[in-house]
C-alpha cells in the first residue's frame, strides 16, 4: 500500500512540475500584426520644427504598420512593412533571443543586441556605440514584447536612452 501511495505521489509531483515547465514556455509571435494607432502612443518630438499644414491641405494620412514575425524556438524573423499611400517599404531583422550579445557593425560604429524570453516577454536590447567629434556616444533602446492571454493583441513597450535624454513608446498590434 505505501509502495503505491509512493507511486501515485511521484506521478503527481511529475506531473506537476511539466504542467510548470510548460507554463513557463516562451510566447508564440508567429503571424502577421498590423499597428493600432489609437492604442499605441508615440514620443513627443520636442524641438522638431512642425509645419502648420494650410487650412486647405489636409494632414497626410499615418502609414500602415505591419509586423510579420517567423518564430522558431528561440530565433524570431520580423518583417515590418510601413505602407504610405502607394509607396511602400519593408525591413527584415533576425532576433536571436538566447541571451547572447549579436554584435553588427553599423555607420561609425557597433550594434549589439541582446534578446531573451523571460517568462511570458521578450526583452531585446540594442545598444549603439559610434564615433564623434566630440567622442564615443552610447545609444541604447529595450523593447518589451507581451501578448495579451487570448494571443490577439502583440504590445511593444520601447524604451530608448539618448544624449537627449529618455524617451518612451508604446506599439500595440492586432493580429491580422
Known amino acids: 500500500m505505501k509502495r503505491?501511495?509512493?507511486?501515485?505521489?511521484?506521478?503527481?509531483?511529475?506531473?506537476?512540475?511539466i504542467g510548470v515547465a510548460a507554463a513557463q514556455a516562451e510566447p508564440q509571435f508567429n503571424g502577421s500584426w498590423v499597428l493600432d494607432r489609437s492604442?499605441?502612443?508615440?514620443?513627443?518630438?520636442?524641438?522638431?520644427?512642425?509645419?502648420?499644414?494650410?487650412?486647405?491641405?489636409?494632414?497626410?494620412?499615418?502609414?500602415?504598420?505591419?509586423?510579420?514575425?517567423?518564430?522558431q524556438g528561440h530565433t524570431l524573423k520580423v518583417t515590418r512593412t510601413v505602407a504610405m499611400g502607394t509607396r511602400q517599404h519593408s525591413m527584415t531583422d533576425t532576433i536571436v533571443a538566447d541571451g547572447s550579445d549579436q554584435i553588427q557593425?553599423?555607420?561609425?560604429?557597433?550594434?549589439?543586441?541582446?534578446?531573451?524570453?523571460?517568462?511570458?516577454?521578450?526583452?531585446v536590447t540594442h545598444t549603439r556605440t559610434r564615433k564623434t567629434d566630440q567622442g564615443e556616444q552610447t545609444m541604447s533602446r529595450q523593447s518589451v514584447w507581451t501578448l495579451s492571454p487570448d494571443g490577439r493583441v502583440l504590445t511593444i513597450d520601447t524604451t530608448m536612452h539618448g544624449t537627449r535624454g529618455d524617451r518612451a513608446m508604446k506599439t500595440v498590434y492586432q493580429r491580422s
Open 105 to 123: 557593425q553599423g555607420f561609425h560604429g557597433n550594434v549589439v543586441t541582446r534578446s531573451t524570453f523571460e517568462g511570458d516577454r521578450l526583452i
Open 39 to 71: 492604442q499605441s502612443q508615440f514620443p513627443s518630438h520636442e524641438g522638431r520644427a512642425e509645419k502648420a499644414p494650410d487650412a486647405q491641405q489636409q494632414p497626410p494620412a499615418p502609414p500602415q504598420v505591419t509586423l510579420m514575425v517567423a518564430q
Open 4 to 17: 503505491l501511495q509512493r507511486t501515485i505521489g511521484t506521478m503527481a509531483l511529475l506531473l506537476l512540475g
